[in-house]
């Protein structure tokens, strides 16, 4: 089974700031790789597909890059509705995981 | 519109069966990858049981926590998903979520979710 790490496990920041989110694979995985928001009472939503293909009606304040084992998400400036945890995921094989997840809060 | 709508959760003692419905709208389900997730109360995802496509052969995969417990299934007169659950403990108390795919490797329509408690 391929884990998934995230780290760091909370980012305290201010709107306007920049979020780096990190996601680390313990083996190399495909680009079937996508990342999710989620908050509270909600079901996660897809952001990014793909490694770094917005999903439909996603900001273009949300990036994904990277291969290989090492991920990021980059919110280029937050906005107050972007506090929320987020979660990466991969679809590489079965079983798909996902990541333990980043809590971005307000600082 | 996708949507998704989940159904048959609740509180059952450990040991029991409960079986979860998903109803699904705007797609035919047989045509579908299919996915059931589920959130342990203040904790991520996890992934349960997978089924392919009728086209791909309509395969089932399971999470080595569950193999042997849950089954996945579908109904295609109702365009219903189906996760029957037993010999229930504990540790699968949580919101348990159908989803699936229309973009390769990602799983971009979720339902609402249905809470399941297992009491011991």
């Known amino acids: 089974e391929i884990v998934l790490t995230q780290s760091p496990a909370t980012l305290s920041l201010s709107p306007g700031e920049r979020a780096t989110l990190s996601c680390r694979a313990s083996?190399?995985?495909?680009?079937?790789f996508a990342w999710y928001q989620q908050k509270p009472g909600q079901a996660p939503r897809l952001l990014i597909h793909?490694?770094?293909n917005r999903a439909t009606g996603i900001p273009a304040r949300f990036s994904g890059s990277g291969s290989g084992t090492d991920f990021t998400l980059t919110i280029s400036s937050l906005e107050p509705e972007d506090f929320a945890v987020y979660y990466c995921?991969?679809?590489?094989?079965?079983?798909?995981?996902f990541g333990g997840g980043t809590k971005v809060e307000i600082k | 519109d996708v949507q998704l709508v989940e159904s048959g959760g609740g509180l059952v003692e450990a040991g029991g069966s409960l079986r979860l419905s998903c109803t699904a709208s705007?797609?035919?389900?047989?045509?579908?990858?299919m996915s059931w997730v589920r959130q342990a109360p203040g904790k991520g995802p996890e992934w349960v049981g997978r089924?392919?496509?009728?086209?791909?052969?309509?395969?089932?995969h399971y999470a080595a926590p569950v193999e042997g417990r849950f089954s996945v299934s579908r109904d295609e007169s109702t365009n219903t998903l189906y996760l029957q659950m037993s010999s229930l403990k504990s540790d699968d108390t949580g919101v348990y979520f159908c989803?699936?795919?229309?973009?390769?490797?990602?799983?971009?329509?979720w339902g609402q979710g249905t809470l399941v408690t297992v009491s011991s």
């Open positions: 995921q991969h679809n590489t094989n079965w079983p798909h995981t």
């Open positions: 793909g490694v770094s």
């Open positions: 089924l392919t496509a009728k086209a791909e052969g309509g395969t089932k």
């Open positions: 989803i699936t795919s229309t973009i390769p490797g990602a799983w971009d329509s």
């Open positions: 705007g797609f035919t389900l047989t045509n579908a990858w």
């Open positions: 083996q190399t995985i495909s680009n079937y």
